[in-house]
């Protein structure tokens, strides 16, 4: 029972660490957008501009975030744990991040909403189940031996 609570905390820090990393690419591709490539008449376009923006991001990082934890969840109900979490955040930050600034550099790329959406959720969904492996029962008792031998 205890390696299940071991495994759900790691999912749980794994969907805040993707949440952040997704929220941080969402935010500088808005940075870019409102500096280079929107055109604003004053200082408070500027600011309405970048504000949706970062909202409009922090909204789908919190998204991602929110199918990063049913899916790591899933995987720890069966016998999975994620591995390398860190950088499955950051592939799921570095994904946004392109796919932003390509709709963003080469509006053609740009399918609309629920394409988007739907994209993000698949990709997010996908680097978590890549970085699951499963996590055998002799595995668990053995890592638990060693530990309190150490």
Do not use: K
Request: glycine content about 12%; proline content about 2%; charged content about 5%.
């Amino acid at each position: 029972m205890s390696d299940t609570g071991d495994r759900m905390r790691v999912v749980v820090y794994y969907a805040i660490w993707a949440t952040i990393c997704a929220a941080v690419a969402g935010v500088l591709v808005t940075l870019i957008h409102t500096w280079f490539f929107s055109y604003n008449p004053g200082r408070s376009a500027v600011i309405q501009t970048l504000f949706a923006g970062v909202v409009t991001a922090l909204a789908i990082a919190a998204g991602q975030g929110a199918v990063a934890l049913v899916t790591g969840s899933l995987l720890a109900q069966l016998g999975r744990a994620l591995n390398f979490t860190v950088l499955l955040g950051l592939l799921i930050g570095a994904f946004d991040f392109v796919m932003y600034f390509l709709q963003m550099a080469v509006p053609a790329t740009e399918l609309g909403w629920v394409p988007d959406v739907i994209i993000l959720v698949a990709v997010t969904a996908l680097i978590t189940a890549l970085g699951a492996r499963r996590s055998g029962a002799g595995a668990g008792a053995g890592g638990g031996a060693t530990a309190s031998a150490g």
